[in-house]
Structure formats: structure tokens, C-alpha cells
């Protein structure tokens, strides 16, 4: 989320009686949520403004689509600002507060929007969610960009080729407050990374699906889909691969 921010529409008041909002409008209920869920991950967003506003000034984010009918607000306040590259403006850095019964119904209609297309994606048989996720293992950070009861992908956060190869085995440690949750899964595609525009790189990626996932560990991704937890710690071992031929 990165928006332009004209703090002279709230007039002269040095402190703001009412939390200042702002519209943000997204092109799909799915472009919301991944929005949402990178944003949050964060802890917060960095909006860049005409005025600087004082620390503990309240924002209220009205973010909406033209597949949502109800809009998702989140509340914030301004933690920081610094002075920005271009002259005279400022970048503030506003921290999430939540009102979580209330941001809560709002996200499930986002979410259930979403569900619902699903049903006209016959090749699919499990939904998939944006979520933004680190991952950590292989030597490097990963970052989960989709997830769904199947399995995820992954983006790799270097242009190092990708020492995994489909059919390859892997488990990811999940910790989600004080519950660490074990993953098995099996890598089914491999993309190395590719130039792109001359000498940049496209990132290497891969896609996995999930093995022998219990009730409690499928209720568990269910949950992280639905952005009622964040796992706070997620790793990434891949298996050895076995051997073939003889010894």
C-alpha cells in the first residue's frame, strides 16, 4: 500500500478531534487482501504527505473493491515521519491499531468473496488465498505469496539457482503463537530464475503441495488463510532426495 497523502484537507486543527481517513480502492476483492496481508505483515505502512502531521495523529484506511460491497477499515497512528526525497514532502509512518470484532467481519466478506470464485475455477480444486509469508531455509528467505489447502509457492528472495527439483520432499516448521506445527509437503514445480529487461533477474520460484496433513494441521492453514493468525516464525527444510541404482 502506498498512498499520497494531502494532510491539508483536515484544515488548521493542530490535533485532529476525528482520526483522519483515507480511500483506498483496490481492483479485486483478491488485490485487497494481498494488500492486506502485506501490509499487516509489516506492521504497519509508510505514506508519503504534503504536511507532517504530529506523532500519535490517527488514520482510519477505508479499503475497498469493486467485488467487495462492505469496505475493510484499518486504523493506525503516526509512529514516525522523516522528510521525503522529493521536496517538501514528508513520509509518515503509520502503525496498525486494530479494532478486531470489527475488522474481523469485514475481512470474512473479503475472504468469502474469494471463496466464492472458486467455483468457477473447475481446474482448481482448492482455493488459494494471497497472503504474504517469510520463510526461512535452503540459505535464503523465501516469500509465501499464495496459500491454500493443497499447498503454497514460494518466491526466492535472491537470484541463486534453486538446489530443489519437483518430486522432491520438504517440511515447513510453522510456529503460530506458542504452537510449532510440522508440514510435510512435496515440491510438484521448479522455476530457476531468468533474465528479464537485459542484465535483471527474474527471482526463482517453486510450488508445493501438502502430504498427510491432519484435521488439527489443516484447521491450522485454514486459519492462516483467513488471516486470523500470523505465523510468527516459518522455516523451510528440503528432504534428501533418495538414492537410485545401485549401490
Do not use: C
Not at 490535533?15 to 488485490?31: C, K, T
Not at 506492521?43 to 488514520?59: K, M, N
Not at 499447498?151 to 503463537?177: C, E, K, M, W, Y
Request: glycine share 8%; net charge positive; hydrophobic share 40%.
Amino acid at each position: 500500500m502506498r498512498l499520497v497523502y494531502d494532510v491539508t484537507r483536515v484544515g488548521r486543527r493542530e490535533h485532529p478531534r476525528f482520526p483522519i481517513r483515507l480511500s483506498v480502492r483496490y481492483p479485486s476483492a483478491r488485490s485487497l487482501l494481498g494488500d492486506y496481508t502485506r501490509s499487516v505483515s509489516k506492521g504497519g505502512v509508510a505514506i508519503e504527505s504534503e504536511r507532517r502531521p504530529d506523532i500519535g495523529t490517527q488514520f482510519v484506511f477505508e479499503m475497498t473493491s469493486p467485488e467487495v460491497a462492505q469496505m475493510v477499515e484499518i486504523r493506525g497512528r503516526v509512529v514516525w515521519t522523516r522528510a521525503s526525497a522529493q521536496p517538501g514532502k514528508y513520509v509518515l509512518g503509520i502503525q496498525y491499531t486494530f479494532a478486531d470484532s470489527e475488522r474481523r467481519a469485514q475481512l470474512e466478506h473479503v475472504i468469502e468473496t474469494i471463496l466464492s470464485e472458486h467455483r468457477y475455477e473447475r481446474q482448481r480444486r482448492h482455493p488459494r488465498m494471497p497472503v504474504t509469508i517469510e520463510v526461512q531455509g535452503l540459505g535464503r528467505i523465501w516469500s509465501m505469496r499464495d496459500l491454500s489447502q493443497g499447498g503454497a509457492s514460494l518466491q526466492s528472495s535472491t537470484n541463486d539457482p534453486i538446489g530443489i527439483v519437483a518430486g522432491q520432499r520438504l517440511r515447513l516448521d510453522v510456529r503460530v503463537d506458542a504452537f510449532d506445527a510440522v508440514l510435510e509437503a512435496e515440491t510438484i514445480w521448479v522455476a530457476q530464475p531468468f533474465p528479464v529487461h537485459g542484465e535483471q533477474m527474474a527471482a526463482g520460484r517453486l510450488g508445493f503441495r501438502f502430504v498427510g496433513l491432519t484435521a488439527e494441521l489443516r484447521a491450522l492453514v485454514d486459519r492462516i488463510m483467513r488471516a486470523q493468525v500470523l505465523p510468527t516464525r516459518v522455516g523451510l527444510v528440503a528432504r534428501r532426495l533418495p538414492k537410485r541404482g545401485l549401490e
